[in-house]
Protein backbone atom coordinates (compact mmCIF):
# COMPACT_ATOMS: atom_id res chain seq x y z
CA UNK A 1 0.00 0.00 0.00
CA UNK A 2 1.34 3.48 -1.02
CA UNK A 3 -0.55 6.76 -0.22
CA UNK A 4 1.18 10.06 -1.76
CA UNK A 5 -0.61 13.10 -0.25
CA UNK A 6 0.20 16.40 -2.76
CA UNK A 7 -1.34 19.83 -2.93
CA UNK A 8 0.30 21.59 -0.48
CA UNK A 9 1.85 24.95 -0.85
CA UNK A 10 2.38 28.32 0.47
CA UNK A 11 -0.67 30.45 1.33
CA UNK A 12 -1.93 33.59 2.97
CA UNK A 13 -3.88 33.01 6.33
CA UNK A 14 -7.66 33.01 5.18
CA UNK A 15 -6.58 31.25 2.01
CA UNK A 16 -7.74 27.63 0.64
CA UNK A 17 -5.72 24.52 -0.29
CA UNK A 18 -7.01 21.39 -1.47
CA UNK A 19 -4.82 17.96 -0.49
CA UNK A 20 -5.20 15.01 -2.39
CA UNK A 21 -4.17 11.83 -1.17
CA UNK A 22 -3.72 9.06 -4.20
CA UNK A 23 -3.88 5.53 -2.63
CA UNK A 24 -2.40 2.26 -4.64
CA UNK A 25 -3.05 -1.13 -2.98
CA UNK A 26 -6.05 0.05 -1.42
CA UNK A 27 -9.77 0.80 -2.92
CA UNK A 28 -10.16 3.81 -0.46
CA UNK A 29 -13.68 3.27 -0.84
CA UNK A 30 -13.77 0.13 1.39
CA UNK A 31 -11.57 1.96 4.33
CA UNK A 32 -11.54 5.36 6.88
CA UNK A 33 -9.10 7.10 5.84
CA UNK A 34 -7.55 9.82 8.43
CA UNK A 35 -5.65 12.72 7.37
CA UNK A 36 -3.37 14.32 10.32
CA UNK A 37 -0.68 16.97 10.33
CA UNK A 38 2.47 17.79 12.13
CA UNK A 39 3.63 21.33 12.66
CA UNK A 40 7.21 21.68 13.31
CA UNK A 41 8.26 20.53 17.10
CA UNK A 42 5.59 19.14 17.79
CA UNK A 43 3.80 15.96 17.69
CA UNK A 44 1.91 14.44 14.60
CA UNK A 45 -1.73 14.85 15.41
CA UNK A 46 -5.15 13.57 13.67
CA UNK A 47 -7.27 16.44 11.59
CA UNK A 48 -10.03 14.48 9.83
CA UNK A 49 -11.64 11.15 8.81
CA UNK A 50 -13.99 9.37 6.43
CA UNK A 51 -15.58 5.90 6.79
CA UNK A 52 -16.49 3.69 4.04
CA UNK A 53 -19.81 4.45 4.42
CA UNK A 54 -18.92 8.33 4.09
CA UNK A 55 -19.39 9.66 8.19
CA UNK A 56 -17.10 12.70 8.50
CA UNK A 57 -15.36 14.10 11.59
CA UNK A 58 -13.08 16.54 12.01
CA UNK A 59 -10.58 18.01 14.99
CA UNK A 60 -12.55 21.02 16.71
CA UNK A 61 -10.23 23.35 15.60
CA UNK A 62 -10.63 22.56 11.97
CA UNK A 63 -14.63 21.91 11.85
CA UNK A 64 -16.37 24.09 9.89
CA UNK A 65 -13.31 25.16 7.27
CA UNK A 66 -11.79 21.22 6.24
CA UNK A 67 -14.03 19.10 4.43
CA UNK A 68 -12.86 15.60 4.04
CA UNK A 69 -13.92 14.18 0.84
CA UNK A 70 -12.95 11.06 -1.73
CA UNK A 71 -13.54 10.19 -5.62
CA UNK A 72 -13.85 6.18 -5.93
CA UNK A 73 -13.22 6.53 -9.36
CA UNK A 74 -9.70 8.17 -8.94
CA UNK A 75 -9.26 6.67 -5.61
CA UNK A 76 -8.35 9.42 -4.03
CA UNK A 77 -9.25 11.33 -1.03
CA UNK A 78 -9.13 15.26 -0.38
CA UNK A 79 -9.00 17.36 2.32
CA UNK A 80 -9.91 20.88 0.98
CA UNK A 81 -8.92 23.70 3.68
CA UNK A 82 -10.73 27.04 3.76
CA UNK A 83 -10.19 30.42 5.93
CA UNK A 84 -6.77 28.94 6.67
CA UNK A 85 -4.78 30.19 9.94
CA UNK A 86 -0.98 30.07 10.90
CA UNK A 87 -1.59 27.14 12.91
CA UNK A 88 -2.82 24.95 10.25
CA UNK A 89 0.69 25.15 9.22
CA UNK A 90 2.87 21.72 8.85
CA UNK A 91 3.27 18.48 6.69
CA UNK A 92 -0.03 16.62 6.03
CA UNK A 93 -0.11 13.35 5.61
CA UNK A 94 -2.98 10.79 4.92
CA UNK A 95 -3.17 7.43 6.21
CA UNK A 96 -5.46 4.45 6.27
CA UNK A 97 -6.13 1.89 9.90
CA UNK A 98 -3.71 -0.59 9.08
CA UNK A 99 -0.83 -0.28 11.18
CA UNK A 100 0.90 -2.43 8.02
CA UNK A 101 0.48 0.55 6.29
CA UNK A 102 3.71 2.85 6.52
CA UNK A 103 3.29 6.80 6.63
CA UNK A 104 4.32 9.05 3.57
CA UNK A 105 6.43 11.82 2.96
CA UNK A 106 3.24 14.20 3.21
CA UNK A 107 2.55 17.61 1.59
CA UNK A 108 3.71 20.42 3.45
CA UNK A 109 1.60 23.94 3.90
CA UNK A 110 2.82 27.00 5.00
CA UNK A 111 0.36 29.77 6.17
CA UNK A 112 1.96 33.46 5.88
CA UNK A 113 0.28 35.84 7.85
Known amino acids: VQLQASGGGLVQAGGSLRLSCVASGLIVSMHTMDWYRQAPGKQREWVAFITSGGTTDYEDSVKGRFTISRDNAKNTVYLQMNSLKSEDAGVYYC????????WGQGTQVTVSS
Open 95 to 102: KNRDLRTR
